[in-house]
């Protein structure tokens, strides 16, 4: 089977090349210009020069079986309002319908826990999972209601007869986060000793690897049409960190701040010091965010795909190996 990747030079991406390729899967991917692919060179993976927004997508496509769409445009500034809707949401309609000129027997299309939102009615020990949608005005920031737009694109496709998976990951750990994404970058300050103090938040956690199964068995088992939150563990800010600590011998910092703090040095940012030409360093959208707890329930994507759980310190024990043995700190 040979299956089209889309995000191939990002965090996910990469990963499940990996996996597919060790799978026996024929695999090609999908690559700006600009991307860095270095390591997607040393591959057997044909490379598709192309983004999306070309009008050459369906013939990239053709030849392949599947298609993993995991590309995504991320961002939390709020200027970046339109590429985000370019990116994700203009460019994930541009991609499901050359993937059905082209023949794609299914879609698997990575969304996010951020399309989803959280459920406020929920009880003490209840998380939010794939029953539950927010409404696209509470999501915060424009990064996620681009997710929300984009996945809505994907079921009205599913809709109309294409078939496709949408599976939801939460916050990935482990080898390859490269650029960084949000989660390996709170691993990277804590690891270079630039986090001196925390805020109340917390995050569901899940391996990379397992999120990387997720997008295979949901290929393999997958209802048409439907979603699966991919994660794992639901954990405070502070408790990722002492998990980090002891893998590493660094002290996790003992500071709590409260959130108005952080939240009026990143207005301040990038809302007064951007007028005057300065380059903004704390998205306004990252601190309100932060005053949530983001935990999620990924019991359906367990009991229905078969979602590995991997322990979550060996997922941070890659994670730091990988950014070691690569001078990132």
Known sequence: MKAFVTGASGFIGTNLIH???NQGFEVRSMVRSSSSISHLKTLPVELAYTDLNSPRLAF??????VLFHVAAQYSLWQSDRDLLHQSNVVGTRNLLAAAKQAGIQRTVYTSSVAAIGLNPNLTQGQFTDESYQSKPE?????????????EQ??????????????????SPI???????????????RFLRRQ????????????????VCWGHLLALQKGIAGDRYILGHQNLTLRDFLTRLSDCTNIPAPRLQIPHWLPLAAAWIDET????????PTIALDSVR????????????????LGLPQTDLNTAIELAVKWYRDRDYF
């Open 19 to 21: 996996l597919l390729l």
């Open 60 to 65: 990239h496509l053709e030849g392949c079986d």
């Open 138 to 150: 509470n999501l915060i920031s424009a990064y996620k209601q681009s997710k929300y737009w984009a």
């Open 153 to 170: 694109e994907a079921i009205a496709a599913a809709n109309s007869g294409q078939d496709i998976v949408i599976v939801n990951p939460t």
């Open 174 to 188: 482990g080898p390859w986060d490269a650029k960084p994404t949000p989660t390996g970058e709170i691993l990277l």
């Open 195 to 210: 986090m001196p103090a925390t805020v109340d938040t917390g995050l569901n956690f899940v391996s990379v690897e397992d």
């Open 272 to 279: 007064v010091l951007t007028q005057f030409g300065k380059q």
């Open 289 to 304: 965010m932060s005053q949530q707890k983001m935990y999620y329930n990924p019991a359906k994507a367990i009991n229905h």
